[in-house]
């Protein structure tokens, strides 16, 4: 074989083997990729379910509802979202209150729930209600209540009108015939509740799925 025919032979194996050699390595790189995009993935699944667990320990929580003192707004069973995060209560808030709302040292069981109420004044704002026509009036202006189950005809032992104190509000069941609340003086202070009672404001409906949504 001549030395021509030689470098030509040589030349045509180094070509074969630089492909062989750039074929296989593409093929390390793509499996590579591949393993690189799956750690990726799995650490933001990760990162967000840390920051899940994080939000409902801190931030979030959980409550479900025990009772019909809300209806037609909430019902028995039912799961919603409250968070106290920034949160100042105002009119139509729902609110979780905690088991210090109350003082009695009997029946302890009883008053160990949370209750969950919607706010109808706020700290220096007079309620007065006529049970009579069941109409409920804030510093003199009529509530339109369409959140109601039944108009508030119910009294307890509470005298009205009654001006809420500072750092106080006042609060009501929906289904005004049928919940414990601010009317009654074994609610909170003289039926006010301190404001540092308050666990958090019911925004989302989370359980059942049917009825996923927003509180209004």
Request: charged share 25%.
């Given at each position: 074989m001549s030395d021509r025919q030689n470098i030509n032979s040589l030349e045509e194996n180094t070509e074969i083997g630089?492909?062989?050699?750039?074929?296989?390595g593409n093929k390390s790189d793509d499996k590579s990729g591949a393993f690189s995009t799956v750690l990726e993935g799995l650490d933001v699944i990760v990162s967000a379910m840390i920051a899940v667990i994080i939000l409902f320990a801190f931030v979030f929580r959980v409550p479900t509802i025990d009772g019909n003192s809300m209806n037609n707004t909430l019902f028995n069973g039912e799961r919603v979202i409250i968070s106290d995060l920034f949160y100042q209560p105002k009119y139509g808030d729902v609110v979780v209150i905690s088991r210090n709302y109350t003082n009695d040292t009997d029946n302890i069981e009883r008053y160990s729930m949370p209750i969950i109420k919607r706010v109808i004044a706020t700290e220096g704002q007079t309620v007065d209600i006529d049970f009579e026509n069941g109409i409920v009036y804030v510093d003199g202006k009529a509530?339109?209540?369409?959140?109601?189950?039944?108009?508030t005809n119910l009294s307890y032992d509470v005298k009205f009108p009654v001006t809420v104190p500072d750092n106080c509000v006042f609060v009501m069941g929906?289904?005004?015939n049928d919940s414990l609340d601010s009317r009654s003086s074994q609610?909170?202070?003289?039926g006010m509740i301190d404001k540092r009672y308050i666990l958090g404001k019911a925004f989302l409906r989370v359980f059942p799925f049917d009825k996923f949504g927003r509180i209004g």
């Open positions: 630089l492909c062989f050699s750039e074929f296989t509530l339109t209540e369409n959140y109601t189950k039944t108009p929906d289904n005004r609610i909170g202070k003289g």
